[in-house]
């Protein structure tokens, strides 16, 4: 597999060179120490300078898209970002800046979600979980730009899952495996949860064992994270895929992307990922509800449009059938940037190992693809569309052949065959 070893996991949450888990990192508490007053210090960072530079170059690659769909009417598209660090963990920026640097870049919703961790140990402590509410608040313009408070549930073996709109974390001593979070998020009505690098860490979510009780509240699985594309992740060393592994279980999240930011320029980063969500306004009420109802899709493309419609049922929905003729309807723009790119579009539906692709359709950017193809439950309850770039090469290929080892553009969130 070209780029990461997945016998070698390369935890964003593992301990500096020479500093094992369950000791102190005396120079990580050297700046966390710099962070104990919430007010005056944290508030004197400014924007990093490489992201000042990089503002004009950004803004234009934001601009994109317009962000009306050609399929569907009452939402718009946001450009989000849900899964950012800074120094309150394992980052290297100040908290205070990351939010104003997320917006200057184009991102119109945002959250930074530390490391929640054992003993606040290079993690959350509750100081800075309250500091982290005050900034997001702060940051937060309703109808312009979206803040939001978040953590990353960090375990080094089973992995680590991302937590938004509670009002208190939790950490490997309120919650020491992925079930008693998941036990512990069910209490919490309103918070929604990521699997994060899907299948990075070796435990894989207790191999995605389903909590039936926390579904409706599981609503991410991060496909691309960083420059990479997820969907083979760990296959060349005999795991299975971790979105066939996620939904074969029986999980029903929408498809993101992130950057997953550990340095100093929050949002400034292109080929990183990053999610598409649609929403009836740019408000915190209405980014939980499109997460809710799976209305995202995930790239690493600024600027990018994505929807899609199956027998006019968006993507994140339920068709209501156990086999049919399916017509779908898929609108993929990055504006003039793009202008007659050739792009492809895979049909994903469950495999064993990796997915199995029932048709592939070639597109061109700002047009809507028409194309229908049957389905039936029978095979398996759900069906996922990828977009690739088929000039480039997806850099952790899957079996010899497969349509998917193309260069990953986008994925729409999945549909559920359910009679």
């Known amino acids: ?15 500096r060179e020479g500093v094992p888990y369950g000791h102190v990192d005396i120079t990580a508490l050297g700046r966390r120490a710099l962070l104990a007053g919430a007010g005056g210090a944290l508030m004197l960072a400014a924007l990093p300078g490489a992201a000042r530079a990089n503002t004009k170059m950004a803004a234009a690659a934001a601009a994109g898209a317009a962000r009306a769909s050609a399929i569907t009417q009452g939402t718009t598209l946001v450009h989000a970002d849900m899964h950012n660090h800074t120094v309150m963990s394992d980052g290297d920026g100040s908290a205070a800046a990351a939010f104003a640097s ?29 500091t982290t509410g005050e900034l997001a608040n702060a ?24 937590v938004w709109n509670t009002s208190e974390f939790a950490d490997l001593l309120r919650a020491s495996s992925p079930g008693n979070l998941y036990s512990w998020l069910t209490g919490r ?7 994060n690098h899907p299948g990075r860490e070796v435990g894989r979510f207790d191999n995605f064992s389903l909590n039936a009780s926390a579904r409706a509240q599981l609503v991410g699985l991060e496909m691309f994270n960083r420059g990479d594309d997820y969907l083979f992740e760990g296959w060349s060393s005999g795991m299975t895929s971790p979105l066939v592994a996620c939904l074969n279980a029986g999980w029903r999240p929408g498809l993101t992307g992130v950057t997953d930011e550990h340095g100093t320029s929050w949002g400034f980063h292109e080929g990183l990922g990053r999610s598409g969500m649609w929403v009836t306004e740019n408000t915190r009420d209405a980014v939980f509800a499109a997460m809710t109802a799976r209305r995202v899709f995930a790239t690493r493309v600024s600027g990018l449009r994505v929807d899609a419609t199956a027998n006019g049922v968006r993507m994140g929905g ?21 202008d007659g790119k050739p792009l492809r579009i895979q049909v994903l539906r469950p495999g064993t190992s990796a997915p199995t692709v029932v048709d592939v359709v070639d597109t061109v950017n700002g047009t809507v693809a028409d194309f229908t193809v049957p389905l039936n439950a029978a095979d398996g309850n759900w069906v996922v569309l990828r977009v690739s770039d088929p000039a480039a ?6 079996p010899a052949g497969h ?4 260069f990953g553009v986008a994925y729409t969130s999945p549909w559920w065959l359910q009679p």
């Open 318 to 338: 339920v068709l209501g059938t156990a086999s049919a003729d399916v017509r779908f309807l898929v609108d993929v723009d990055r504006g003039a940037a793009w």
């Open 1 to 15: 597999m070209s780029g990461r070893d997945p016998h070698h996991c390369h935890h964003d949450h593992a301990p």
């Open 189 to 195: 009505s309103g918070g929604l949860a990521s699997f």
């Open 102 to 130: 997320m917006r200057e870049a184009g991102l119109d919703v945002a959250a930074l979600t530390d490391h929640a961790t054992l003993f606040a140990i290079e993690g959350l402590s509750s100081g800075e979980w309250r």
């Open 139 to 162: 940051a937060n313009d309703p109808g312009q730009f979206t803040a939001i408070r978040g953590f990353e549930w960090s375990h080094p073996l089973q992995g680590h899952i991302n």
């Open 393 to 398: 090469a997806n850099g952790t290929p899957g």
């Open 403 to 406: 349509p998917c080892n193309d």
